[in-house]
Structures are given as C-alpha cells and as structure tokens.
C-alpha cells in the first residue's frame, strides 16, 4: 500500500492516531496555526505575494538584463510590488468570486466543495469500486 505525501492531511491525521493520545494533545497545544476565519484574506494575500515574486524577477530581469544592481533593483521592485498587490488582492478577491459564481451558476460553496472534493484520504479499501472496475487497465 502507498503510503500518502508527508504534506497530506490524511498523513498527519494517520500520525495522530497512531502517536500516544498525550503526545498528539501536546503537540496540538504548541503547534501555531492562523484562525480560519481569516482564510479568506490569507490565500489572496499568499497569492499576491507569490505573483509579485515572480513577475517582480522577470520584469527587472527584462529591464536590466543580468547587472551587478540586479538583486537590489528585483528587491526594492517585489517590495513596491507586494505593497501594492496584496491590498488590491485582498480587496478584489470577493468580487471575482461572486463574478465567477455568476458565470458558472454554483454558489461559491459549491465551488469551494468541488474543489476540495477527492482530497481526503484514500480509502483502506485497496479494490477498486464499481464505477472504477472496467476503466482500469492492466499494467
């Protein structure tokens, strides 16, 4: 049996289980994790950063080619460009989440559900169900 990414939630949720019960509470009192609720302003906000690193790179790079002043001219670029990225992302992020709702036709719950849908762990189960079974081919 494959055993699922180290990354994976079902992963950690398997560690937990077998661990000792007083070493899982432990370790869910020291570990630090951000409040959900503040979701909706971290993944825009992630994103925003992450875009503006890489385009920030590309754009000085195609504006000064590979010089001496490349880093300090790419960091002081990504520092204006987060500045302004992530309260644009953040702000715009709700917006284009009614948009695409309305062009799709699915509240923006269903869309989070599909999207998360087949992330959970696989089964214990190692057959395959019956929808599966005549689509797999032999290896």
């Given amino acids: 049996m494959k055993k699922p990414a180290k ?7 398997q560690t937990t289980k077998i661990s000792n019960p007083e070493q899982a509470r432990q370790s869910k009192a020291t570990s630090r994790r951000a409040d959900p609720t503040y979701a909706s302003v971290l993944v825009p906000a992630i ?4 875009i503006s690193f890489a385009v920030s ?7 000064l080619g590979f010089t001496p002043g490349l880093v300090l001219a790419w960091l002081t670029t990504f520092a204006v ?4 990225a992530v309260p644009t992302a953040v702000l715009v992020a ?13 509240s923006p719950a269903a869309q989070v559900l599909e999207s998360t ?3 959970g762990c696989p089964s214990d ?4 169900k019956a929808a599966d079974a005549g689509s797999r081919t032999p290896v």
Wanted: glycine share 4%.
């Fill in 94 to 106: 709700p917006h284009v989440q009614r948009l695409v709702s309305r062009i799709t036709g699915q």
């Fill in 81 to 84: 460009a987060v500045i302004v």
């Fill in 47 to 50: 994103m925003a950063i992450a």
């Fill in 7 to 13: 990354t994976s939630a079902c992963w950690q949720r």
């Fill in 117 to 119: 849908e087949g992330a």
């Fill in 57 to 63: 790179l590309v754009e000085t790079l195609v504006r």
């Fill in 125 to 128: 189960d190692p057959r395959p």
